[in-house]
Structures are given as structure tokens and as C-alpha cells.
């Protein structure tokens, strides 16, 4: 007998925080496996896939990233957060502002359903600027347990160079997605 070919499921996974901390390298390093050579600034609304086998099984995982320009968001917002399966949110630990920005970014999503059962994510990036840290490990993991999210320190930068677990590199973006 001929079974018709499974279609692949789509997991819908957002890419979110302030402007200039990584999501679209961070997307791109996951989906094409490397640093972009040049980032253009993202426009609306923008999303990366990659396949990945889970079980057995290959699933689609849809990345989207998003500029934050208040002009396309208004019209993309809506889209944007539906049928999410979770939600990735990313500070530059060099950059103690982005950190700041959260508990914005964490409202605008609770205001669209996208609360503590969703799955959400903690993401603090450039780790390999290691001399230029403005936001610590501990600080970030208070944070991060206060909002019952899991903390990576990431960098969608530089492979290696990272703690035991491969915290703090490229390698690390993998454990995230
Ligand atoms: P977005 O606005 O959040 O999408 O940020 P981009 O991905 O466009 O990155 C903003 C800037 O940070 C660019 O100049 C990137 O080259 C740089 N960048 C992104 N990720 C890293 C990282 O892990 N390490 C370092 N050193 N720079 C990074
Ligand atoms: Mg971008």
C-alpha cells in the first residue's frame, strides 16, 4: 500500500529583544550554520528554517526574527504572534540597555498569550566579547529563574571559547533551538 508522504511539522519559534543584539545572526548561525558575512537590518518581518530530525521524525523550525521598526510592526504584529510554539528572548551581554528592555518584551508577549506556558527561553549573546560584559551570569540567572525562563549564554559569533558546557559560544546556539 502507498501511504501518502507525512507532511512535515512546522514548529514556529520567535526571535525577540532589542535592536542590535544578535536575533538575525543568532537565526542565521542556526539555520545556515554560520556567522552572516554582513548583516543587512532586518525589514518587518523575516524568517529562517532549518530541518532537524527529532525521534525519527523531521520537523520544520521556522525562526522569526523581526526588526522592532514601530512602522512595521503595527501592521505585522498580529501575524507575527500567532500560532507561536515558543519564544526566544535575547539581550547582548555587552549592552546592560537590551537588558534592561525585557520585562518590556516579556509584556508584549504575555499581551498576545504568550505567557509562562509557552515555552520561553533566555538568551544573553556576544559572550565572546568577554572584556566588554556589562551583564553577569548571575544577574541574568536571577532574571531568568524570577521569570521561570532558562538562561544560555550564547555567541552567534565565535565557535569554542566557551565554559565546560560550551556556554558562552556558537556551538552553544545548537542547545538552544
Ligand atoms: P539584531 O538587530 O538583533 O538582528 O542584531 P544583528 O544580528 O543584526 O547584530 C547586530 C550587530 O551585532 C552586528 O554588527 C553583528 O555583527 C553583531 N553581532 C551579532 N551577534 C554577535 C556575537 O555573538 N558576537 C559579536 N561580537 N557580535 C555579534
Ligand atoms: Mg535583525
Redesign the pocket.
Known sequence: STLPPPRTRIFKIIVI?D????????TFRFCAGKFPDK?E??IGVDFRERLVDIDGETIKIQLW?TAGQERFRKSMVQHYYRNVHAVVF?YDVTNASSFRGLPAWIEECRQHALGSEVPRILVG??C??RDSVQVGTDVAQQFADSHSMPLFET????PGGGGEDGRGSSDHVEAIF
Open positions: 529583544g535592536s542590535g543584539v544578535g536575533k538575525t545572526c543568532l548583516t537590518a532586518t526574527d535575547v549573546n556576544k565572546d566579547l555567541s552567534a559569533k565565535s
